[in-house]
């Protein structure tokens, strides 16, 4: 019911049950079992696309992961995929298909005009013409985009989430064909831990489409009761639907999972991942993925009819389709005699075997001719050609080997379906992957594994070993010994009996030869989808492409999303030809990662959207923030509150009210998010004067110190506030961006340079909650608050620290300013953060206690001229640069002092810190904004410096911006320029950088 | 060496005969016995050096050696972004030299390097990017060169593909913008460099690699090779990733560590993004070929690596940051990834200097941002060759900046280093 | 993707570990009587081997150890892991 296409027996599908789908908007049916690619075969259809360069009809040319043809964009809206392969999509109830190129219908595609102006397309066109006049090509190149490219992006977000899973195994066996299965059963059986990954739907390979049978039973069966065994193993993972796209360094390989692609939208749990990416540490791997067919090369070779031999068998065998009523086998080895005898048993009418070798393997021919098939020997198909619906006809030709001429024509024949076989390319792409170099082996005719560089070994197909019976041979011998290298003594599996057949070896037949003048009118295509011919491969040998990769480069061979599983070695042979080598001489390719494509939702993984793109980090008095209707700055990973706007006020509005309610009578600042590192042993001190810029030995408990780091070249690395609790007991403070380099980089000096100073580093930066009460009340809400330390500068005097009380929880005091007023930092373990909090402001509210965000602390600090590591610095700046001498100390040495001495960093004229003020005190200078000696028209315009801070300063009642300008100590009181984005120039004076209470009697009060 | 104009005519004159008649874009030389300069290195910066030595220069007998295929390094590796937008003077001026050349290169070179100025974002997500992209963007303009800032509604108009909204890890907060900016065909760069330094008369010799750099009374005399001795009077050294292999030839070190950098597509999708994008907080970049493919890069690996391959979580991280900046990507698929080997300076600027043995150069230590500045490079090294003195805009790229100090920051306040 | 094998925990994914650089490279004793250029040396200018390369790593997801690594710069093939302090050969000085 489902096709005329469809055979009555045969085949792994479900003729009970009927799936309705829909391709380019025209209904369609199928079985479970079938891809879109057999179904659509069954119903007749032919045409599945247009090629890339010059949008020839094509048809499906393959069964599998190789098929260059038949895309298809696959879903609607969010669920819209892009350029799946026909031959890998499994039907399910609903699926809706469009072609991918071919506009605006497949059938009259109006791209196929640059079929007819081909003659002036060769390879490389591009390089020779669009040139003029200059500005033109953006508008050729807005035409050829136009027409390039295959599927669309969808047009909303992706629905469906994607997962990770990491694995260990003792062996990896990648391909679940015969050489595989019968490899895993090994390792299984010796107690390893085993991996099995097969890019298809059921595991069997190329067992799902043979008619021989294994140790008496059918191939299918045989394969069930090794997978049923397989089963019984906690040890071993089963992954079907699992391509191994990658394998990289050490053993290490991603496994690509399609977990729903199966089914109807509606049908999975929305919370199951649509993929899996498995990343696999292996120990060993065993190889077992096959071997691709080649086609072979001839004019017309590329007509929708036109297919693999294997591919015809396939379709017949697992899927049931008899892809048409007429078929002829091209062949240059056996193998390609098992579709004939196929299509004869499908009831196609086969009307001939051509096979371009003299002496064909006897079994194969026997079994032909036992079907009365007839054959052709020595003869080629030297073209084909089509009528409207595809292949029509071939042409039959004589050729002699040693000439390379054709010799005689020998006719036309009439068939619908070509069976193609040019030879097994073995599957090398992972081991080439691994870092090993596959080598040409002409026996085969192909690139076959060459020595390991890691863990891997390669049995079956894709080690050039064809045979079934070699295959299970190998499959054992190599998961023994890979077993065996992972200490298990492997008991084995028996070999099961095959059928064996007598092969005569393949004489290989890179390219057909024509009669015809190279590059005329014959389009011999050795890459489908990018519509390489021959001829285009011997015009870049001609023009001086001759390395493979400029070849490639130069004509797009391999370069489609099939990366050239066809077409590659076929044009690889064709250039060695050309250039009188042998295939080996010209090399491959190194295959990259990936396989075959892999969604970016599944290498993205979960770490996506605004929880888990980048971890978030919130401080323990988050939520009373969020509740306070607090605007966010991210500071690292950190979220800081930027500023608390009330009702109706904007920005600015907050930031002036936090400010001057901050200067006039008590603000308070979240400040957990300091990087904090705990200090201890006995070295410290010692440690902390190698670090840090100023000397550090003479403090004593119950002080602290404000301290600068330098990087080893002397620029300003990070700064912060480091309290000497003991003697041996000290904790830092770093910026809240700086905190995890500092300490790895403390960490570095401690470990490897100084292993002699006893000094143990802890990051505690989450552990405790930070407060910052700043402003003249804060004083008395720490009293109001319950504080028993006593607080009077005589006793706490500034730059001290005390532990005490504030209520009931336990806290660490610091007299220690950011802003310029008196403030008390108090520090709790972090359990206790929101309560200290809630206690502070239930205290402060007779004060009108006013929270302030870093938008304010900013300003704050900018006032009194106090820089922001990352802001006013920006890794090229010293402290001297910054007018901050007095931090460095002349009496030793520590990180970056020498480079403070070099012919650069002592030259008169760096970059300097300066404050700066508008002429006119409402204008805020842009942060960023260049600033000039003397603004003019033209260009370049000298640049002396920048503004890196710039607020409008409340408290003083104007603006004032902090700027690193040339010499700019010298400058004092004289004008400058700010020569803005827009050209607008702003005349500024050069000032001081301390704006508010240059004597510091706030702070000390 | 005298060959056919590239043009609409001589295309359709050759398809007459069915393009049997092309001229190979370049000979394959046996190489003389001495040359007046060898260039070693057939990247785009070594060709384009090459060929500014004949034709600006006039340097009579001019070599190129490439140890494999010319175009074969990171020329052929590298996401083709083409910009000038640096912050330091210095940069700024070269890079934009670079810029000016690259917009009359295909007219110059008679070969379409398919140049399209199809324009670069840098995305700003914190407060301290938008501060920095202002910085620069307001140094871009006094240096002459293009650039804009955009808020992200002016953003989503040019980019619709791009998630702007408000609510994401790290949001778009705006964007300095450079419109002449844009990517270029990069093998067209060293075919096209290689066919015209070839019709001046420059030998270019592959599969010939440099083993030794052969010196007297400390001044280079010529090169051993993989295919026997050359003298040379000069010998200009410019082959990244390998620079301390041949500056360890030369008996000296260099300020540079060689890591991985890899890249890679997606499968070719109708047009969705004209624009390139780049993102230094949420790490990658991410522009659309010709072809289709989304062609996509991020930061090196840590290690120091030669072996033309990375470690997949750096890819894996890229991909998370290109979906999270457009989720619509989610399910369009990577077809392939490489790796390339950069040369990282500590200020991720380069060395285009002299070096301790007379007659020796170095352009070296482009890090990831090399291939933008092929033309400019190869100009003012071929200049430095010739005169045997740094031309102005490249006065700043001395090795010595390393002993005096005045290193050219451009990882600070610049931030994007591609 | 290495798999670095850490002296003090074992074999860890490269995930776990930040990378240091080339090792050995010791801190002069008296920067001070340095001139520009054997600072700058010190400072900045590195062998970068092609080839056998001793590099630092920390175990920064692990115990956050600094340790060697003698690593193939063009193979990756770690060819030996040993402590700070300790010589290549994993003997103590």
């Known amino acids: 019911m489902s096709g005329a296409r469809r055979l009555s027996r045969g085949g792994l599908i479900d003729r009970s049950q009927i799936i309705k789908f829909r391709f380019n908007g025209k209904a369609y049916t199928g079985h479970p079992g ?20 010059y949008h020839r009809p094509r048809g499906v040319v393959g069964a599998g992961a190789e098929e260059p043809n038949a895309l298809v964009q696959v879903g609607e809206a969010g669920y819209s995929t892009p350029n799946l392969r026909a031959t890998q999509v499994e039907l399910y109830d609903g699926l809706s298909a469009q072609t991918v190129n071919g506009w605006p219908s497949l059938k009259h595609d109006v791209g196929a005009i640059n079929s007819m102006f081909s003659r002036i397309l060769p390879a490389g066109f591009y390089y020779k013409t669009f040139m003029w006049p200059r500005s033109a090509w953006m508008r050729y190149e807005h035409f050829i985009r136009k027409a390039a490219g295959l599927g669309r992006t969808p047009e909303l977000p992706d629905p469906d989430i994607y997962d990770k899973r990491h694995i260990h195994c003792d062996i990896l066996v990648v391909g679940a064909g015969p050489s595989g299965l019968i490899a895993a059963l090994t390792a299984a059986r010796s107690g390893a831990r085993v991996v099995l990954a097969d890019e298809q739907t059921q595991f069997g390979g190329s067992l799902l489409c043979t008619s021989s049978t294994i140790g008496g039973l059918r191939a299918v069966d045989w394969v069930k009761k090794m997978v049923d065994e397989l ?39 929305p919370r199951m991942s649509r993929e899996r990416l498995w990343r696999v540490r292996a120990g060993e791997v065993v190889l077992a993925t096959g071997a691709i067919e080649r086609p072979l090369v001839f004019d017309g070779n590329d007509l929708p009819g036109v297919m693999l031999s294997s591919a015809v068998t396939t379709y017949i065998r697992r899927y049931a389709v008899a892809p048409g009523k007429t078929g002829v086998v091209f062949t240059n080895n056996d193998s390609g005699y098992q579709a004939a005898i196929d299509m004869a048993w499908a009831g196609m009418e086969v009307i001939a075997i051509v096979d371009s070798r003299r002496s064909p393997g006897t079994s194969v021919v026997k079994e032909a001719e036992a079907l009365g098939i007839p054959i052709y020997k020595g003869h080629v198909i030297s073209s084909a050609r089509s009528g409207s619906e595809g292949l029509n006809r071939v042409e039959l030709s004589t050729w002699c080997r040693s000439t390379g001429e054709l010799t005689a024509h020998k006719g036309m024949i009439d068939c619908q379906v070509l069976a193609l076989s040019g030879g097994l ?38 080690n050039g070993t064809f045979d079934l019976g070699d295959c299970f041979r190998e499959g054992i011998q190599g998961a023994l010994a890979a077993a065996n290298v992972r200490g298990f003594s492997a008991i084995g599996v028996d070999i099961p009996a095959t059928d064996y057949k007598q092969h005569a ?6 390219e057909v030869p024509s009669n015809i003048l190279d590059g005329a009118r014959a389009k011999k295509f050795v890459d489908y989808q990018n519509d390489t011919t021959a001829s285009d491969i011997r015009l870049a040998a001609r023009e001086g492409y001759r390395s493979i990769e400029h070849v490639k480069r130069y004509t797009a061979l391999g370069f489609g999303t099939d990366q050239g599983k066809l077409g590659n070695i076929n044009g690889l042979a064709i250039l060695a030809k050309t250039l009188n080598k042998e295939p080996g001489d010209v090399g491959t390719t190194t295959f990259r990662p990936n396989y075959t494509p892999v969604t970016f939702g599944a290498i993205a993984g979960r770490n996506l959207g605004s929880e888990l793109f980048d971890p978030v980090r919130k401080t323990a008095i988050h939520p009373w923030h969020v509740k306070r209707g607090a605007l966010f700055e991210n500071v690292g990973q950190w979220k800081r509150p930027w500023y608390y706007p009330r009702p109706g006020e904007s920005m600015l509005d907050a930031v002036n009210r936090e400010c001057l309610a901050t200067r006039a009578s008590v603000g308070v600042l979240d400040a957990s998010t300091l990087g904090k590192i705990d200090i201890q042993g006995p070295d410290t001190a010692e440690f902390l004067n190698r670090i840090y810029t100023n000397g550090w030995t003479n403090l004593l408990p119950g002080r602290c110190r404000y301290g600068f780091m330098l990087g080893e070249d002397g620029m300003v690395m990070d700064d912060g506030v480091t309290t000497c609790i003991a003697s041996n007991h000290y904790l830092m403070t770093t910026t809240t961006g700086g905190a995890a380099a500092v300490m790895g980089w403390m960490e570095r000096w401690l470990q490897t340079e100084w292993p002699d100073l006893k000094v143990y580093l802890t990051s505690v930066t989450d552990h405790w909650s930070v407060m910052s009460v700043a402003g003249p009340q804060s004083r008395a809400v720490l009293e109001a608050a319950g504080c028993d330390v006593e607080l009077d500068s005589q006793s706490f005097p500034f730059m001290s620290v005390r532990e005490g009380k504030i209520g009931d929880i336990s806290s660490r005091i610091s007299r220690i300013s950011f802003s310029g007023e008196l403030a008390f930092e108090i520090s709790v373990d972090a359990n206790y953060g929101m309560a200290l909090w809630q206690t502070v402001m239930d205290a402060g509210r007779a004060y009108d206690i006013t929270p302030y965000g870093t938008e304010a602390m900013h300003v704050l600090r900018a006032e009194k001229g106090y820089v922001i590591v990352g802001q006013d610095t920006d890794g090229s700046v010293t402290p001297n640069d910054l007018g901050m001498d007095w931090i460095v100390s002349k009496n030793k040495d520590f990180i970056g002092k020498r480079s403070l001495f070099r012919a650069d960093t002592i030259r008169p004229n760096r970059k300097q810190l300066v404050g700066l003020l508008t002429d006119d005190p409402k204008t805020v200078l842009p942060e960023g904004a260049q600033l000039v000696n003397s603004p003019q028209n033209s260009r370049p315009v000298p640049m002396i410096g920048h503004v890196s801070s710039s607020y409008y300063s ?32 702003v005349p500024a004076v050069v000032v001081d950088p301390v704006f508010y209470d240059p004597e510091n009697e706030r702070t000390k009060s | 060496m005298k060959k056919d104009r590239y043009s609409v005519f001589s295309l359709a004159r050759n398809a007459v005969n069915y393009h049997q008649d092309w001229a190979e874009a370049w000979r394959s030389p046996d190489p003389a016995g001495e040359y007046d300069v060898i260039v070693v290195g057939g990247g785009g910066h070594g060709l384009a050096t090459a060929y500014y030595l004949a034709s600006e220069h006039n340097v009579g007998r001019v070599a190129l050696l490439e140890k494999g295929w010319i175009g074969g390094g990171n020329t052929g590796r590298n996401t083709t972004i083409v910009r000038s937008n640096y912050l330091w003077d210095e940069s700024a001026h070269l890079y934009e030299k670079s810029l000016k050349l690259w917009e009359g290169l295909s007219q110059e070179l008679n070969f ?29 303009r006094l240096n002459g060169i293009d650039s804009e800032i955009l808020l992200p509604g002016q953003i989503k108009e040019i980019v619709p593909a791009m998630n702007v909204s408000g609510n994401t890890r790290h949001p778009v907060l705006g964007a300095s913008y450079q419109p002449r900016g844009g990517v270029a065909r990069h093998d067209a760069v060293a075919w096209g460099y290689a066919r015209a330094a070839d019709s001046r008369g420059v030998d270019i010799i592959q599969n010939c690699e440099v083993t030794g750099i052969r010196q007297e009374n400390g001044s280079v005399r010529g090169v051993e090779t993989s295919r026997g001795y050359i003298g040379a009077k000069k010998v200009a050294v410019v082959v990244a990733g390998h620079a301390s292999v041949l500056a360890q030839m030369g008996g000296f070190r260099l300020p540079v560590e060689s890591h991985p950098l890899q890249a890679l597509v997606s499968e070719p999708l109708k047009p969705v993004l004209d624009t390139v994008v780049m993102s230094n907080a949420v790490h ?11 062609v996509i890069g991020a930061g090196i690996d840590a290690y120091t690596g030669y072996g033309q391959r990375g470690s997949f979580s750096i890819i894996e991280g890229n991909v998370a940051a290109i979906v999270e900046l457009f989720p619509v990507f989610s399910r369009v698929r990577m077809l392939r990834q490489w790796g390339g080997i950069v040369d990282v300076c500590p200020d991720a600027c380069p060395i285009i200097s002299k070096t301790p043995v007379n007659g020796l150069y170095f352009n070296c230590g482009w890090g990831t941002g090399g291939f933008k500045a092929t033309p400019g490079s190869g100009w003012v090294f071929a200049h430095t060759v010739a005169n045997d003195e740094p031309h102005r805009l490249n006065a700043a790229f001395e090795l010595d900046r390393f002993y005096s100090g005045a290193l050219i920051d451009e990882h600070g306040a610049a931030g994007v280093a591609h | 993707m290495l798999e670095i094998e850490c002296p003090w925990c074992g074999p860890r994914d490269q995930d776990e570990f930040s990378y240091g ?12 009587n340095l001139n520009d250029r054997e600072w700058g040396d010190y400072l900045f200018f590195r062998d970068n081997k092609k080839g056998q390369h001793a590099e630092q790593w920390c175990h920064a997801a692990g115990c956050r150890r600094w340790f060697n690594v003698i690593r193939d710069t063009v193979s990756y093939r770690i060819v030996s892991v040993y402590r700070s302090g300790d010589s290549s050969s994993g003997e103590s000085p």
Not at chain 1, 34 to 48: E, H, I
Not at chain 1, 505 to 510: D, F, G, R
Not at chain 2, 113 to 129: A, E, I, K, P, Y
Not at chain 2, 286 to 294: F, I, P, Y
């Open chain 1, 505 to 510: 070896p393949i004489e290989a037949l890179w």
């Open chain 2, 284 to 294: 990658g970049y991410v522009s659309q070929s010709d072809k289709g493919e989304l």
């Open chain 1, 425 to 462: 390319s073995p599957v090398v792409h992972l081991h080439s992957q691994s870092g090993a170099k596959p080598v040409f082996d002409s026996h085969v005719a192909a690139f076959l594994p060459g020595a390991s560089v890691q863990k891997e070994r390669s049995v079956g197909a894709c």
């Open chain 2, 112 to 140: 379409n390097v398919m140049f399209s100025q199809r324009g670069v974002m840098n995305l700003g997500h914190t407060l301290q990017d938008m501060r920095d992209i202002y910085r620069r963007s307001n140094a871009n």
């Open chain 1, 954 to 985: 409340a408290s003083i009642g104007r603006s004032i911006a902090l700027a690193l300008v040339k010499g700019g100590r010298a400058r004092m009181g004289s004008t400058i320029f700010a020569q803005l984005m827009d050209d607008h120039i």
């Open chain 1, 231 to 269: 089963r019984t193993f906690s040890e071993v993972k089963l992954l079907n639907r699992s391509t191994v796209t990658g394998y990289f360094d050490h053993n290490f390989l991603t496994i690509n999972e399609r977990r729903t692609h199966h089914l109807a939208s509606g049908d999975s749990d």
């Open chain 3, 21 to 32: 650089g080339e090792a050995h490279i010791v801190r002069p004793l008296s920067p001070e």
């Open chain 1, 34 to 53: 079938d891809t879109l690619a057999s179904a659509l075969l069954a119903q007749g259809v032919r045409l599945f696309g247009r090629s890339f360069k």
